[in-house]
């Protein structure tokens, strides 16, 4: 650096610089911004391409001739529906061979495993159908479903493909019949759940988030209102109170996994409460919302001015009057909008859920919280666990939905928030 | 009966509560000036009724299982339980259960029968003296809520200490929370610890749960050292951390220096979903998408990745943690007071320079603070690691390959069926313990540090 340069042409020289590194900055964090955008787009799009083949799902109509040779209303529910099913499909393949047992496996593997006991529901309900025939709509099976969305190509060689030359020129042949439609798949929303994907639905699962959300609500609201209200307004500053709020805070950010070790462990073990019950679930989760719902409380309480309590106070309202009366139901709009937050997040949680067992094989909906059953999320799991292909979409679909709540929720929040929020 | 029980309960609050509000009423009616408002009367009434009898209930459901339990397996016949294990016991229990319930398979000894039919007896009796019981208790409490009606009768001061009561129970449910789970865990773990000695667990090599059922079974003998477990979850913590903590970081510095307020209004809120996706649907991703995508990466530059690497679970993991990153580096830096910015800027630095050279020190102990809450998160996430990481314990430190984490191992233990008395049941809770003592020790600094510093500056 030359002596003669004046600070002014010492600083010019270095502006160049100086913009430059602030330019890279920018950058730099308008690419981070971009990279985390980016991937939120690339989870919700990989997520919809996946999900969308499961909200339709290939049906096939056929007319079934309820044959009294092989369903007899003295037999009922017992009966031949299976070979009636099949003999139906078979009407409409020309060359479809129903004399040996290989043809006849054949055929009824297009069909659904559900197609028979949709029959024997129909006619169990109604033995008069005996005799007759009727137009019946049931699920094919996955690989056909696949196959009609276009998830199995063609092209590839014979040999690594999940259907042979055979069996997609019989299915084909039904296509060509017109017994083939994809209707919406309302089945993934009210059926249970099954081995099967294409008859797999999440209504045990919507049931159990229903209950366990409902135990949780119960339990969490109440005490965390309490909580707050007390630890906020009355409680008096010293140990026992500090204690207690170190202790929310910390509790609020204890793993969740260790939740489902202090209920399998105090609920189940020592208890003796039942195992995959949403009950349980419910508890555990009221455990884990209540940290949430207190530190929400108190910010909706701490917001309403001190005038309203001077107020009151001034016009000879006791303490729990003056919070009771008007500072709570002031502070009511904040604290629902913590309380739907944290039940989001409870709808959401997977863990705990899991090592409390709800995460069994049930193909019936949970009817009392004390049922055992499956969650939205723990089904989300067990699905993705899955070997069948199917249920990749099923589970991306199964994602969509829990999504769907969770945004509906958060939304309910925000609206609350916008609508009551009041400026002091 | 227990929904008649809960019925019984509703109705004596509410007719105490009728009660005392009309007997309250006709004293003010007749001139007499009372001490309290007659809505303090009628609510006295009613927590007087509701609380005790609501306990009662509870508590009653609570001991009604074990006490039947005992009693039933008590009464059976001399003999038929000797030489068998707590599981073969449950199962005969469960085979009563179930014979009481009506799902009788195939013919059952006579003394199941029997033991059924008992079960249901005690059922029944314990139910109706449930019901007794809790209709004697209301009565009684209606009775002397009425008696205590009266001019000078403080009801206010009753009533409201009985609701701050209420409110000192429920600000300590969570302290027995945290009790509850440091004595389960130290418990569950202090079991294991009588089986495998606690130096093996914290210094051993080996991590080989799979301990023999039956004496006859071929299986691995069982090792117990949670090293390789505790090295696999440092390095998917290390992976997630270098991916999160830069991106988290510049998105808080740009929202904080350099976007529009209108450009922040919009792009915070949709950072916030991510944190707001729960992580099983992370997991999946994993699985589905990210998994793959390295797999066929590595193939192209010819290297074998596992199909569950630790990148694949620690990529995924970091996307959850950048909002949680960058929400509390952005409350940081927005605490540093506008005096220290507003004097760099007038000295002549860039913003650039203000942000690096003044801000980002100023704030740095909130950001660590931040960082660290964010590796207690990571340490603890469990279901991206259940679903995208391995099963395996293996001691590497090579992010490519497949490593097992704390979460995944306690959760792999204790899917299924689990009975209270073998190791690989209580290591479970081993390594939850420690899972908690490490998480507890970073949250508690994190805590300290974001709380210490924010009040510095305040």
């Known amino acids: 650096m030359t002596p003669s340069r004046t600070p002014m042409q010492q600083v010019q020289a270095s502006l160049a610089r100086r913009r430059r590194k602030q330019i890279t900055l920018q950058v730099l964090g308008i690419g981070a911004i971009s990279a985390a955008i980016l991937m939120l787009g690339l989870l919700l799009t990989t997520l919809t391409l996946s999900g969308r083949h499961a909200l339709t799902q290939t049906h096939l109509t056929v007319q079934v001739f309820i044959d009294p040779a092989e369903i007899r209303a003295d037999r009922l529910p017992r009966g031949g529906f299976d070979d009636v099913v099949t003999a139906a499909i078979a009407a409409l393949i020309p060359g479809a061979d129903l004399s040996n047992r290989e043809g006849r496996r054949e055929v009824s593997a297009i069909s659904s495993n559900g197609a028979q006991f949709l029959l024997r529901d129909l006619v169990v309900a109604n033995p008069a159908l005996i005799g007759q025939t009727i137009a019946l709509r049931f699920p094919v099976s996955d690989p056909y479903d696949q196959l009609f969305k276009g998830l199995i190509d063609r092209a590839t060689p014979e040999a690594n493909r999940r259907l042979n030359d055979a069996q997609i020129a019989r299915f084909d042949a039904l296509v060509a019949a017109g017994a083939v439609s994809t209707p919406l798949n309302w089945g993934l929303l009210f059926n249970a759940d099954s081995r099967f994907p294409e008859l797999a639905g999440l209504r045990g699962a919507l049931m159990g988030s229903f209950w366990a959300l409902l135990t949780c609500f119960v339990i969490a609201f109440p005490l965390g209102i309490g909580a707050a209200i007390w630890l906020e307004e009355f409680a008096p500053r010293n140990r026992i109170s500090d204690l207690i709020e170190v202790n929310i805070n910390n509790l609020a950010a204890v793993p969740s996994v260790v939740f489902g070790l202090l209920a399998l462990a105090v609920f189940i073990g020592w208890f003796g409460l039942p195992r995959s019950a949403p009950f349980v679930g419910g508890l555990t989760l009221a455990l884990m919302t209540l940290p949430t719902i207190i530190i929400a409380t108190r910010a909706a309480l701490k917001a309403v001015p001190p005038s309203i309590r001077e107020a009151a106070l001034g016009l000879g309202a006791s303490r729990q009057q003056v919070v009771f009366g008007h500072v709570l139901p002031l502070a009511m709009p904040g604290i629902l909008t913590g309380t739907i937050i944290g039940l989001a997040q409870a709808l959401g949680e997977t863990a705990p859920l899991l090592l409390i067992g709800m995460n069994a094989f049930l193909t019936s909906a949970a009817t009392s919280p004390f049922d055992a059953s499956t969650a939205l999320p723990t089904q989300i799991f067990l699905w993705a666990d899955s070997p069948e292909r199917g249920f990749v979409s099923r589970t991306s679909a199964a994602i969509l939905v829990l999504l769907t709540f969770l945004i509906v929720m958060n939304a309910l929040a925000i609206a609350l928030r916008k609508r009551f929020e009041r400026k002091w | 009966m227990t929904a008649l029980a809960f019925g019984i309960l509703l109705l004596a609050t509410i007719v105490a509560y009728a009660l005392n509000r009309h007997a309250a009423s006709r004293l003010r009616a007749r001139g007499q000036p009372l001490h309290s408002l007659v809505g303090h009367h009628a609510g006295f009434a009613a927590l007087l009724v509701l609380v005790p009898v609501l306990v009662l209930i509870l508590l009653w459901l609570g001991l009604q299982g074990p006490v039947i339990s005992r009693l039933l397996m008590g009464g059976l016949p001399q003999g038929v339980l000797d030489g068998l294990d707590t599981g073969a016991v449950q199962l005969i229990e469960a085979e009563i259960t179930s014979i009481a319930g009506g799902r009788i398979f195939g013919t059952p000894e006579d003394w199941k029968l029997a033991a059924a039919a008992r079960l249901v007896d005690l059922r029944l009796m314990s139910g109706q003296m449930l019901l007794l019981a809790v209709s004697l208790l209301a009565l009684a409490l209606i009775a002397l809520a009425r008696h205590k009606v009266a001019p000078e009768f403080r009801a206010r001061q009753s009533f409201e200490s009985i609701v701050t009561g209420l409110m000192v129970f429920a600000s300590i449910v969570a302290v027995f929370t945290t009790v509850g789970i440091v004595a389960s865990l130290v418990f569950e773990a202090g079991r294991f610890f009588a089986i495998v000695p606690i130096h093996e667990f914290l210094f051993g090599l080996n991590w080989e749960p ?37 991106i988290g970081l510049m998105s808080a510095i740009y929202l904080n220096e350099f976007a529009a307020p209108r450009a922040r209004a919009i792009i915070k809120p949709v950072l916030e979903i991510l944190a707001g996706v729960p992580t099983v649907v992370y997991g999946f991703f994993a699985v589905l998408t990210v998994a793959p995508a390295l797999r066929s990466a590595g193939a192209a530059l010819g290297m074998d990745v596992s199909p569950n690497t630790a990148l694949a679970a620690g990529g995924v993991m970091a996307i959850m943690l950048i909002p949680f990153i960058s929400s509390f ?10 005096a220290l910015r507003d004097g760099a800027l007038a000295l002549g630095a860039t913003r650039a320079e203000t942000m690096l050279n003044v801000l980002f020190p100023a704030a740095l102990p909130g950001i660590v603070g931040g960082v660290l809450l964010a590796v207690s998160r990571a340490i603890g996430e469990t279901m991206i690691v259940v679903m995208a990481a391995g099963l395996m314990a293996k001691l590497t430190l090579n992010p490519l390959d497949s490593v097992t984490t704390v979460t995944v191992q306690i959760v792999t233990l204790l899917i299924g069926d689990t009975s209270f008395d073998n190791p690989k049941t209580l290591a479970a809770f081993a390594l939850g313990l420690m899972l908690f ?22």
């Open chain 2, 210 to 246: 799979q301990i023999p059922i039956r004496a006859d079974q071929i299986a691995a003998e069982g090792a117990f050292g949670w090293v390789p477990v505790l090295v696999g979850t440092l390095v998917i913590t290390v992976v997630a951390l270098v991916v999160s903590v830069p």
């Open chain 2, 329 to 338: 580096a952005d409350d940081a830096l927005s605490a540093v007071p506008r």
């Open chain 2, 437 to 458: 003592l490490v998480t507890l020790v970073i949250n508690v600094f994190a805590l300290r540090i974001v709380r210490k510093y924010r009040e510095a500056y305040d």
